[in-house]
């Protein structure tokens, strides 16, 4: 059935940190952005002298991609640690020729697997990194050799999930709240656990759900592929559960935020976006943001189908939303990106030039909208 509410009254769910309610969208989604620069003022460590010889596990795709460039912007040394499977260094849409030649030709690369322990081991203690930003590493087994060839290291920055968390009535989620050690994230649950009985300064990052350009998981992609292709957009139940997106540059932007910062020593952060949505004002908010009508939203019961393997929607079927009070107030780390906004950056940046990670596959959109017309 096609949803009836109006963008205006349910796109978006007010936060507790926000300061308006949601009623009114501030920010065109045609708003055209420069090439992302981090707010340097809100970036601590800068000058050449503060300058940290800093590995990146894993840096070639998305959140790696944007970090890296935030810190090489900020005259750190900084070396990603890659398989050297993908190439090292890419031109980003909306990235001058110049900024580019200016990034590649400072970023380094050690080439490895992370499973090869005596590699890690023996390469990275040859190194003598000051920091450590793992951002693909799930597993704790993964961690322990890289701590044990850097015993003077200053900082482990780890990039966990808010997936973690048990699945509660209460929320928001608080960096507080119970832990589910059986969750599919259970191994950055334990990473947490080893990072913590170690001898060493770290800093837990647990984000919800990411998106904007270079996304390789279908989140807001799999909006766009449907409202290119004017089809209605499938989602479960009533469409009014609520769930929470942060944009990935406000991510590498957190994550810059926590280096070198003493407040955030030993420390997790829940990081995402400032607001909460639904998941039919998510499917309005894509359609906004790529210039697209008013979507035909379609509610159908997953208890009614077999979708086998396939997964039918890009979120979990449930509330799921996290409070970044505590990297607000601790941090200073506030949102520069509204969900309209990002999104539009995402679009622009990204599907709107025709670039994607998977192809449409509308083969479970299919079996829903054909149990509709039957039953119609």
Known sequence: MAATASLKS??????PLSDFSGAALSISSQTRRRSWRPRGARIQ??????????LVMGGTRFIGIFLSRLLVKEGHKVTLFTRGKA????????ESDAEYAEFSSKVLHLKGDRQDFD???????????DVVYDINGREAVEV????????NLEQYIYCSSAGVYLKSDLLPHFETDAVDPKSRHKGKLETESLLESRDVNWTSIRPVYIYGPLNYNPVEEWFFHRLKAARPIPVPGAGNQITQLGHVKDLATAFGLVLGNPKASKQVF????????TFDGLARACAKAGGFPEPEIVHYNPKDFDFGKKKAF????Q??????????KELGCTPEYGLVDGLTDSYNLDFGRGTFRKEADFTTDDMILGKKLVSV
């Open 10 to 15: 349910s796109l978006l769910l007010p936060c």
């Open 45 to 54: 460590v800068s000058a050449a002298a503060d300058s940290k010889n800093i």
């Open 87 to 94: 190439p090292i260094t890419q031109q980003l849409p909306g």
């Open 119 to 129: 590699f890690v081991k023996t390469s990275l203690a040859a190194k003598g990194f």
């Open 144 to 151: 322990a050799p890289i701590l044990d060839a850097l015993p």
């Open 270 to 277: 829940n990081i995402s976006g400032a607001k909460y949505v």
């Open 314 to 317: 890009p979120f979990r079927d």
């Open 319 to 328: 509330h799921f939303f996290a409070s970044i009070e505590k990297a607000t």
